[in-house]
Nanobody, 125 residues
């Protein structure tokens, strides 16, 4: 029901835009989170956006470089990644949580109801 795509290999300083396509759900009722997992490390939260887009949050490690957005009409959430660094190399996942509040977001993995398959992002010179 969720599919992340748009990953690839880029040089440091480059950009990628990840997309999370949602099917079988009405995105209007879901907050979305992006997570990533680097080799040998635990999965970590990257960013989240409320169902209405009124609230967005970012991990300190990506603040100022990444931007999350959504188009509910297209049932798609985006993660624009600029100024990529080698430490951004990871498999990126999107997750959806049904919410009652248009302002609700979460950083906690256990809060999310649905997860998509990941997309690999590799940043290397």
């Amino acid at each position: 029901q969720l599919q992340a795509f748009g990953g690839g290999s880029v040089q440091p300083g480059g950009s990628l835009r990840l997309s999370c396509a949602v099917s079988g759900l009405s995105l209007d009722y879901y907050a979305i989170g992006w997570y990533r997992q680097a080799p040998g490390k635990e999965r970590e939260w990257v960013s989240s956006i409320s169902s209405s887009s009124r609230l967005t949050n970012y991990a300190d490690s990506v603040k100022g470089r990444f931007s999350i957005s959504r188009d509910n009409a297209k049932n798609t959430v985006y993660l624009q990644m600029n100024g990529l660094k080698p430490e951004d190399t990871a498999v990126y996942y999107c997750a959806a949580k049904i919410v009652r509040s248009v302002y609700y977001t979460s950083t906690k993995e256990d809060d999310y109801d649905y997860w998509g398959q990941g997309t690999q992002v590799t940043v290397s010179s």
